[in-house]
């Protein structure tokens, strides 16, 4: 399995930016399908946005679609979302996933990645 750090949450006003990175170890991140997800209190973890090994396929949640962007460098083994245009729903913990059966396409769903950071807090308020 590979390892996954995420950083970059923080506390941002409305219609503000941030960058999440996701550093992986262990194996090089262009072997996997990497994903976002989020978890707000008390409800499911949700998918956010994804991206092929190849890096030539993006999949978006429909509510951050055009507001954020996942995109990798394979130089440093990191995946990152930029998030723009932050609003109060967008508040949850972030987390990073790595897939490694690419094979199977990009996915939405959390039971299908084997390899999860421990998550960081995007907090939008004012």
């Known amino acids: 399995q590979v390892q996954l750090v995420e950083s970059g949450g923080g506390l941002v006003p409305p219609g503000g930016s941030l960058r999440l990175s996701c550093v992986t170890s262990?194996?090089?991140?262009?072997?996997?399908?990497m994903a976002w997800f989020r978890q707000a209190p008390g409800k499911e973890r949700d998918f956010v946005a994804a991206?092929?090994?190849?890096?030539?396929?993006?999949n978006y949640e429909d509510s951050v679609k055009g507001r954020f962007t996942i995109s990798r460098d394979n130089a440093k083994n990191t995946v990152y979302l930029q998030m723009n245009s932050l609003k109060p729903e967008d508040t949850a913990v972030y987390y990073c996933?790595?897939?490694?059966?690419?094979?199977?396409?990009?996915?939405?769903?959390?039971?299908?990645?084997?390899?999860w950071g421990q998550g960081t807090q995007v907090t939008v308020s004012s």
């Open positions: 996933a790595a897939d490694s059966t690419t094979f199977r396409g990009l996915r939405t769903v959390a039971r299908a990645y084997e390899s």
């Open positions: 262990g194996r090089t991140v262009s072997n996997y399908n």
């Open positions: 991206l092929s090994a190849s890096g030539r396929t993006t």
